[in-house]
């Protein structure tokens, strides 16, 4: 089926994933999906995950993860890293994984939600649908705001990229443990045009196959999901498209009751809230 594609307006011909763009960002890849990693993030970071494997309590591997996160990328020697104080970048020095997550939540169309797409381009290869308004065909002013939101949010920072990577995979190893065997989860999201949404078909009345943006915020609650919005997406998202989600880094952040799910082709059923 046609629709059940990524189309090649929303794909890049490479990535840095064990799956093509074309793949993980299609219908089917949402009704049967596989392991994603990133390239050679895991291998990495092999250590971290050995160690993780011997800790039992979820606390104790988050604070072994934040650990070493700060070891890494010597966040909390910044001096090391390269960074000068003299220099007057203020701000710079504090660009980290953490910060990227609070600015999506705080604005999802900040420079900070440019990091994260772009993030999720050049990893996955699924170009950004949305910044700041639909992108279209990318020759438009509004994809030009994406990308200087992005420029400014990766210049001059600590291997902000890397970090994100291995963000996912930790995010990914949590939920293996956490969700032995379960390849799905029913998040919902709150909008009030699904017109404004790109529809690639619709199967009956209730029923959407949708391309959403490269990165998008959805709740478990429905209940919550009016925040957002008049209608009610119900999507059936695989495990393996989170970047982030609730109870992965407790008391680091605010409302953090939000899942990160990376994009492409969906089938979403809706209803009015």
Not at 49 to 54: H, S, T
Not at 158 to 185: K, M
Not at 201 to 219: E, G
């Amino acid at each position: 089926m046609e629709t059940a594609s990524l189309p090649p307006h929303a794909r890049l011909p490479i990535n840095r994933c064990n799956l093509p763009a074309v793949i993980l960002g299609s219908l089917t890849f949402q009704q049967y999906p596989a392991p994603l990693r990133l390239d050679g993030v895991e291998e990495l970071h092999a250590r971290l995950f050995q160690a993780l494997d011997g800790i039992d309590e979820a606390g104790e591997r988050v604070d072994l993860f934040k650990c070493h996160m700060r070891s890494c990328f010597l966040l909390d020697h910044l001096d090391e890293a390269g960074f000068d104080p003299a220099s007057g970048r203020r701000g710079r020095d504090k660009a980290d994984y953490l910060r990227m997550l609070r600015g999506w939540l705080f604005d999802p169309d900040g420079k900070e939600a440019a990091v994260l797409k772009s993030w999720v381009e050049s990893r996955f290869g699924l170009l950004p649908r949305n910044h700041r308004g639909f992108l279209g065909d990318f020759a438009n002013d509004r994809y030009q705001a994406y990308l200087g939101d992005r420029a400014r949010g990766l210049y001059n920072t600590n291997a902000l990229e890397s970090q994100l990577d291995l963000l996912f995979a930790y995010c990914q190893y949590e939920i293996r443990r956490q969700l032995p065997g379960q390849r799905h989860i029913r998040l919902y999201r709150g909008i009030n045009r699904i017109e404004d949404h790109e529809i690639l078909d619709r199967p009956n009345r209730r029923s959407y196959i949708l391309l959403l943006n490269n990165l998008n915020s959805f709740t478990s609650n429905p209940e919550r999901a009016d925040e957002f919005g008049d209608t009610l997406l119900e999507v059936q998202v695989p495990l393996t498209k989170l970047l982030f989600i609730p109870g992965l880094l407790p008391g680091t952040l605010k409302g953090e009751s939000e899942y990160l799910v990376i994009g492409g082709v969906y089938g979403v059923k809706v209803g009015l809230i």
